[in-house]
């Protein structure tokens, strides 16, 4: 006996491991060494590949690939049908599968619906992807990322409200009311 939901039309490959209170939706395939944590909601027509690590409340919307090499850490909301790559340069008539690279997004980031992820990239915490962006670099924590290539137009609260800072480099989230400092070009909560 599982203490996960799984539709009855998704994949769960013997030796995958998936924590208590996750629900995998339709047509989903996880494959063997894949690790998901507790309470993820991982939507229709996903793919988890080998050698991934999801964290917990992670939320994975419908048609996402999530590629060998990838790790998620809590808290992240992966958009619909956004991508994940795990080759620079790929080929069909190449095997590169000694050559993936490894992308990481760090606690509570958000990836919008069909953003493209360039592997061998850190995506910061509570980082905010809009949607479609292309991202080909680093991401720094809180950043706000949009277009393709991705460029920052700004900063984000933890809860995703866009910061604006006043002279002495403060912000105060709307809806958290926690305050937040940018010190060279770089945010982080006060408290």
């Known amino acids: 006996m599982t203490d996960y939901f799984s539709h009855p039309s ?7 491991t998936v924590g208590t209170g996750t629900k995998i939706w339709h047509f989903c395939h996880v494959m063997p060494t894949a690790i998901i944590g507790q309470g993820c909601n991982i939507g229709q027509n996903v793919y988890i590949d080998n050698n ?9 919307q419908n048609n996402v690939s999530v590629y060998n090499g990838v790790v998620l850490e809590d808290d992240v909301f992966a958009g619909p049908s956004m991508v994940f790559t ?3 340069n790929p080929r069909s008539f190449i095997e590169r599968k000694t050559e ?24 910061g915490a509570y980082a905010l992807i809009g949607a ?9 924590d809180y950043a706000l990322m949009v277009g393709n290539p991705g460029k920052q137009v700004g900063w984000v609260s933890a809860y995703g ?11 105060i989230c709307p809806e958290s009311k926690v305050v937040y400092i940018l010190e060279n070009n770089r945010v982080r909560p006060l408290n």
């Open 100 to 123: 993936f690279k490894k992308t990481l997004v760090k606690k509570g980031a958000s990836i919008g619906a069909n953003a493209v992820i360039v592997c061998g990239n850190t995506i």
């Open 10 to 16: 998704a994949v769960i490959d013997s030796g995958a």
């Open 52 to 60: 991934t690590v999801i964290g917990n409340n992670v939320k994975i």
């Open 161 to 171: 409200h866009k910061l604006v800072f006043d002279a002495n480099g403060q912000a």
């Open 86 to 88: 795990n080759v620079i």
């Open 132 to 140: 479609a962006a292309v991202i080909t670099k680093e991401v720094p």
